[in-house]
C-alpha cells in the first residue's frame, strides 16, 4: 500500500564511516564535531505535527534516492513527532491515523523535504486540526 513498485519497503538509516570514527576516536578520549558542511547536504531528518493523530508513518525518497518508509510511531497528539535517524529528500508521504469510538480516520498529508540546507531538520506542520 505505500511502496512504489519494485521497492522492497526497507529503510536505510545514515550511517557513515564518519560515525565509526567518531566512535573510535571517542573511546580513545577524542572528541570531534561535524563542521557545518555536514550539516543536511543529503537530506533532513523529519518532525511532523498532526494535530490530532495517535500514529503516524512516512514514505518517500530516503538519502540513497530509494523508496521507503518508517513503521508507525505513537504521536505526541499536540506536539511534534520526531523522526530521529531517518534521512529524507523530496516528497515525503505523512499517513496518520486517528483512533475515534466509532473508527480509525486516515489522513494522508505530503512535506517538501530539500536536499540540502543549513541544518539536518525540517518541520512539517500537516496543518489538520480535529
Keep these: 500500500m505505500f511502496q512504489k513498485s519494485g521497492s522492497t519497503g526497507g529503510f536505510t538509516r545514515r550511517f557513515g564511516g ?3 570514527v567518531a566512535v573510535a576516536l571517542a573511546g580513545a578520549g577524542v572528541f570531534v564535531s561535524a563542521g557545518p558542511a555536514a550539516a543536511g547536504t543529503n537530506g533532513q531528518q523529519l518532525s511532523v505535527k498532526t494535530h490530532y493523530a495517535d500514529n503516524v508513518r512516512l514514505c518517500g525518497d530516503n ?3 530509494d523508496w521507503a518508509c518508517t513503521p508507525a ?3 505526541r497528539r499536540d506536539g511534534w513527532t520526531d523522526f530521529r535517524g531517518y534521512w529524507w529528500k523530496g516528497e515525503v508521504y505523512v499517513y496518520s491515523v486517528e ?3 466509532r473508527y480509525d480516520e486516515t489522513r ?3 512535506c517538501w523535504v530539500p536536499e540540502s ?3 539536518d531538520w525540517v518541520f512539517c506542520n500537516t496543518g489538520y486540526r480535529a
Aim: without cysteine; charged residues 5%; proline residues 0%.
Design 18 to 20: 564518519a560515525a565509526v
Design 63 to 65: 538519502q540513497n534516492g
Design 73 to 75: 510511531v505513537n504521536t
Design 99 to 101: 483512533h475515534t469510538n
Design 108 to 110: 494522508t498529508a505530503t
Design 117 to 119: 540546507q543549513k541544518g
